[in-house]
């Protein structure tokens, strides 16, 4: 391991060990959560220690709470205890036995996996005014002193616990298919023939920090004329919790001075980039999960689970062309609209080169395809 996270309690007794803090969503599985917790017998006091990985969703800072108020809600919680040591013991993974390695005797495994509908983390961007921690879906792992796991009646004292943020995040898929298309054709007032607009994207996947390559195609089979196109990029955070709530926020828009004359066709591609550093004072802007200060990006598109339900803040964005018609005539403006379409686009963050998610792989399947290569390999020599 390359680096090791640790948290120790206020009065020493616990101290959390995880070998990470970005665990992978593939849709269809989650990396499992695993790690150590050290334990001093010496200081529990007949107590024991727990620990517990919760998803939750903020939606007020810590400095509102004046009257007892809580401005989070637990969107899934899973406990285990640690010590004393269970009978059921799980077998530990390869990366627990590291740890494990590092700690000593006093080290106690623990394991989660988190269930396939929890959403990923994402924070929603503060004003300028703002202060106090941002709203939006975190994870926390904490290790706790306690009699009972979760009895609502025992106080917890801050010096008895130490606690982890890490990160649920989902990479693009490694298969990029073809773009999507849409199209319309509309009539205006005193003319009996449309404006037919097609547009496509060149992929259905972008990375942050992308051009996005929009084609535009154009019909105008009126009299009238095509003054400008408008090429934009629209957030779109649904927040699931009591009720569905979506808001839509554009990260990206760019205005090109293009003329389609009367009874004539057009078609050309534009390059639009959406970025989080053109949008730094958007409130409520989605970005992606932050474990400190660091920069990050707007939110990844939340990939779909088929029929399951989702809770928290699911994104998605859209590209949207909006193609200005000119009136004329003795109505003048009058005559005159837009014609706008719109396609989904997935934007998201590449998998990192070379980093093979196997932390969590069993001992017996990683000696088999040790030995699997190793077989290829001596057979290639002898050949």
Known sequence: MAKVFKKTSGNGTIALYLGKRDFVDCVDSVEVVDGVVKVDPAGLNGKKVFVYLACAFRYGSDDLDVIGLSFRRDIWIKRVQV????????????????????????????????????????????????????????????????????????????????????????????????????EISKQFMMTDKPVNVEISLEKEIYYHGDPISVNVKINNETTKTVKKIKVSVEQLTSVVLYSSDTYSKEVCAQEFGETVGANSTFEKSFQVVPLLADNKDKRGLAVDGRLKDEDTNLASTTLGQGERELQGILVSYKVKVTVTVSGGGMLGGLTGSDVVVEVPVTLMSPKPAGKLFYSNVPKNVVFVIYVYFIFIFTKLIVQ
């Open 83 to 182: 010590y004393p040591v269970p009978a059921a013991k799980a077998p530990s993974t390869p990366l627990q036995e590291s740890l494990l390695k590092k700690v000593g005797d006093q080290g106690c495994p623990f394991t989660f996996q988190m269930p396939l509908n929890l959403p990923c983390s994402v924070s929603l961007q503060p004003g300028s005014g703002d202060s106090g921690k941002a709203c939006g879906v975190d994870f926390e792992v904490k290790a706790y002193i306690a009699d009972e796991a979760d009895n609502p009646d025992e106080v917890i004292e801050k010096k008895n616990t130490c606690r982890l943020i890490i990160r649920k995040i989902q990479f693009a898929p490694a298969n990029n298919k073809a773009g999507p298309k849409a």
